[in-house]
């Protein structure tokens, strides 16, 4: 089943990241008061790289827009340098002039995770739901910390990572040992991230081929989370040529 998701397969990752940053700031220039949802890893960053150079040389603004972040480790502040608090701050808030407080990560360091929870919803209902959010994937088919076995409707809570995330996460690129990666994380549920009126979801490199298959082509399943996005109305998957390398 391929449901509702529109492919744009680019010949390059860079490619990919010009897509992503057009969408975000075609939007952006239609409705100023945007509600954008955004994500952190490797994927996203060219993409934030030229969202800020449009910013400095294209007069994008991003004064009124709203954001929200899929995901945060649970038990990091966001002065830890692997926060995605941090992250954000450093790959695009810092660089364009999107208001600090208009920037809503989930707080790792919460003392009641079900209330950070609850708020970061309550914050998204307030702000009229999100316009478009920016999804990656992981090679086992997660979004955002929905690991398999996440069902369609679920919330944004405190979730356990499994093995293999640990693992791609610590391979050098963040965290530099498994055991520095936290075990928790808070995350959007797979029904918060549905909600977002589009979605558009990047992956690059041949490591993500067989999850951009399954989530496109395989059976509507939590066991490949990604796939629970094919009866979304507005789902665009912009990925490379090595991403779609497994598509039939
Ligand atoms: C991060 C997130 C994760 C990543 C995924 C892919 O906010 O939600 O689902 O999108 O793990 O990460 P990269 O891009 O580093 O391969």
């Given at each position: 089943?391929?449901?509702?998701?529109?492919?744009?397969?680019?010949?390059?990752?860079?490619?990919?990241?010009?897509?992503?940053?057009?969408?975000?700031?075609?939007?952006?220039?239609?409705?100023?008061?945007?509600?954008?949802?955004?994500?952190?890893?490797?994927?996203?960053?060219?993409?934030?790289?030229?969202?800020?150079?449009?910013?400095?040389?294209?007069?994008?603004?991003?004064?009124?827009?709203?954001?929200?972040?899929?995901?945060?480790?649970?038990?990091?502040?966001?002065?830890?340098?692997?926060?995605?608090?941090?992250?954000?701050?450093?790959?695009?808030?810092?660089?364009?002039?999107?208001?600090?407080?208009?920037?809503?990560?989930?707080?790792?360091?919460?003392?009641?995770p079900g209330?950070e929870c609850r708020?970061f919803e309550?914050?998204?209902?307030?702000?009229?739901?999100?316009?478009?959010?920016?999804?990656?994937?992981?090679?086992?088919?997660?979004?955002?910390f929905n690991?398999?076995?996440s069902?369609?409707?679920s919330r944004t809570r405190l979730v356990?990572?499994?093995?293999?995330?640990?693992?791609?996460?610590?391979?050098?690129?963040?965290?530099?040992?498994?055991?520095?990666?936290?075990?928790?994380a808070l995350s959007a549920g797979?029904?918060t991230?549905?909600?977002?009126?589009?979605?558009?979801?990047?992956?690059?490199?041949?490591?993500?081929?067989?999850?951009?298959?399954?989530?496109?082509?395989?059976?509507?399943?939590?066991?490949?989370?990604?796939?629970?996005?094919?009866?979304?109305?507005?789902?665009?998957?912009?990925?490379?040529?090595?991403?779609?390398?497994?598509?039939?």
């Amino acid at each position: 089943m391929s449901g509702n998701i529109k492919l744009q397969i680019c010949d390059t990752a860079a490619a990919v990241a010009t897509a992503a940053a057009t969408a975000f700031a075609d939007l952006i220039r239609t409705r100023p008061e945007a509600v954008i949802g955004l994500a952190t890893g490797s994927t996203p960053e060219a993409t934030y790289s030229e969202m800020a150079r449009m910013h400095k040389e294209d007069g994008l603004t991003m004064a009124a827009v709203t954001s929200f972040n899929l995901d945060e480790y649970w038990g990091l502040g966001g002065d830890h340098k692997q926060s995605y608090r941090y992250f954000m701050n450093d790959r695009l808030f810092r660089h364009v002039d999107i208001r600090p407080w208009n920037t809503h990560v989930l707080n790792g360091k919460a003392r009641f995770p079900g209330l950070e929870c609850r708020s970061f919803e309550d914050r998204i209902l307030a702000a009229g739901g999100v316009d478009l959010w920016l999804l990656g994937i992981g090679g086992n088919g997660h979004i955002a910390f929905n690991e398999p076995g996440s069902s369609v409707d679920s919330r944004t809570r405190l979730v356990s990572l499994t093995q293999e995330t640990i693992d791609a996460n610590s391979d050098g690129r963040f965290f530099s040992d498994p055991s520095e990666v936290p075990r928790c994380a808070l995350s959007a549920g797979i029904g918060t991230i549905r909600e977002a009126r589009a979605l558009i979801l990047l992956a690059t490199g041949a490591k993500k081929a067989d999850a951009i298959a399954a989530a496109v082509e395989g059976p509507f399943s939590p066991d490949c989370p990604s796939s629970l996005l094919q009866d979304h109305p507005d789902c665009t998957f912009i990925i490379d040529a090595a991403a779609a390398s497994k598509l039939t």
